[in-house]
C-alpha cells in the first residue's frame, strides 16, 4: 500500500516537474497558452506510446525537421490525453484512499 502511495507521488513530482519545465516557453504577454503546456507537458509521455516513426527517405533536411516536429506534436496530443487520463486516475485512488481511512477511523 505505502509503495502504491510512494509511485504515485512520484508520477505527481514527475509531472509538477515537466510542467515547471516547459511554464516558461508558454508565457507569452504575461498569460500562459495552456494548449501549448498542455502539449509540451505530454511529449515526454506520449513518444513512448507512439507505435510507428514515420522516416523521411531522399528528401531535404527541411522535410526531414517537418516530420520530426510533426511527429513531436502528434506525441504530445497522445501523451496530453495520457498524461489527464493518469491524473484522472491518481484523483480516483485518492479519494478511494481517502474513503478508505475514514471508514477504517470510523470503526
Known amino acids: 500500500m505505502k509503495q502504491e502511495i510512494f509511485c504515485r507521488m512520484i508520477f505527481l513530482t514527475e509531472v509538477f516537474l515537466w510542467i515547471v519545465i516547459f511554464y516558461p516557453f508558454c508565457v507569452e504577454a504575461g498569460t500562459c497558452d495552456y494548449l501549448k ?22 528528401k531535404d533536411v527541411g522535410s526531414t525537421i517537418a516530420m520530426l516536429v510533426f511527429q513531436m506534436l502528434i506525441g504530445g496530443i497522445i ?29
Do not use: C, D, E, H
Open 37 to 58: 503546456l498542455w502539449i509540451l507537458v505530454g511529449i515526454p509521455f506520449g513518444i513512448r506510446k507512439m507505435q510507428i516513426w514515420i522516416v523521411p527517405r531522399n
Open 79 to 107: 501523451g496530453g490525453v495520457v498524461l489527464v487520463w493518469k491524473l484522472f486516475l491518481l484523483l480516483v485512488f485518492m479519494v478511494l484512499q481517502l474513503y478508505r481511512g475514514i471508514k477504517k477511523l470510523i470503526k
